[in-house]
């Protein structure tokens, strides 16, 4: 019996380009200026498989912040140091239910059960990561970006100082979490990092592969090299599957069925595991903070392709 046709990737990601590039929906974040003065047309889509087959579409050069899609790496980075079972019990996994900067869910827990991929959790997340001092956790941060992307990746710093003017909330949170023994360095610096952190500036291509690396066990598909483990990667997909698209993460997951991961930036990244990690940019943002063009970008393109895991012909 012959083995079906690999998918036309470029066509399907084409046609999706085509079909959104001129949707006027939603808007840039403004809570942090810088972002507001975002090109809000810049478009890119790029998929990678997890053989290393790359396909884009629209504009791959311009560069936007990363913001939270920054918080998958830094918690796959901590798992793969200290084990899944630190991250449980130091940070938690379930998702808190409530908004992405919510004091109120560290109050309700006692810093317990704050998820990686909100901010409380990732602040802890990085407070965790291995390193002496503030320059050596930041060098372990900067070297894993790197690494799960493939090149040298470099802080957005107009977008840094902006937000580094205006993290009083997140500093708020990380001595909050310090108070209730939940933050494991320096909260200032710790929050510090986290701000740096989210600056890394990236194109779609760069999120792809990152999204492939995870989609491939952690070995990234382009440059060959083992970023983290297998079993790492597993409990990484499945944080994101539960929280990585903040107050509409259970919409996320009841459309698209992949784990996926949103920034204020405008990114958005979804695996599908064992075949390809796929990244959309586009700065404007539904009010829950997700990029529109992204979150309807990838949901065709996984419908197409037919890889929701939950979508199962039966069996005749």
């Known amino acids: 019996m012959a083995a079906p046709a690999a998918p036309d990737y470029q066509a399907i990601i084409d046609r999706a380009y085509a079909k959104y590039k001129d949707l006027k929906e939603g808007k840039n974040a403004d809570y942090i200026k810088e972002l507001a003065a975002v090109d809000p047309n810049i478009f890119g889509i790029g998929l990678v498989t997890a ?42 996994v379930d998702a808190t239910g409530l908004r ?17 991929l909100v901010n409380p959790g990732a602040i802890a997340a990085v407070s965790m990561i291995a390193g002496a001092d503030s320059a050596a956790k930041w060098k372990n941060i900067l070297q894993t970006h790197d690494d799960f992307a493939g090149e040298i990746l470099y802080v957005n710093e107009p977008v840094y100082i902006s937000e580094a003017g205006d993290n009083l909330r997140n500093q708020a949170i990380a001595h909050l979490l310090f108070a209730y023994g939940r ?9 510090d990092i986290y701000t740096r952190q ?43 599957a539960t929280a990585g698209l903040y107050d509409d993460s259970g919409q996320w997951l009841y459309e698209v069925g992949l784990p996926g991961k949103s920034g204020v930036g405008g990114g958005i990244i979804a695996v599908c595991p064992g075949k ?10 539904n009010v829950v903070g997700n990029s529109v063009k992204a979150q309807k970008t990838i949901y065709d393109i996984v419908k197409e392709l037919k890889v929701n895991p939950y979508l199962v012909s039966p069996k005749m």
């Open 276 to 285: 390809f990690g796929i990244a959309v940019i586009s700065p404007p943002l």
């Open 51 to 92: 053989d290393g087959k790359i396909y884009t579409a629209g504009d791959l050069n311009s560069r936007v912040s990363i913001q939270s899609i920054s918080k998958v790496f830094t918690l796959a980075k901590v798992i793969e140091e200290q084990g899944e079972e630190a991250v449980r019990q130091k940070i938690g």
């Open 198 to 240: 989210c600056a890394i500036n990236v194109n779609a291509r760069n999120l792809a592969v990152m999204a492939a690396t995870l989609g491939n066990g952690g070995v990234n598909p382009i440059t060959k090299k083992k970023v983290v483990s297998p079993e790492t990667c597993a409990f990484t997909l499945s944080v994101m």
């Open 100 to 116: 992405f900067n919510s004091i109120i869910a560290i109050e309700l827990q006692k810093g317990k059960e704050i998820n990686p």
């Open 183 to 191: 933050m494991y360095f320096d909260p200032v610096q710790a929050t």
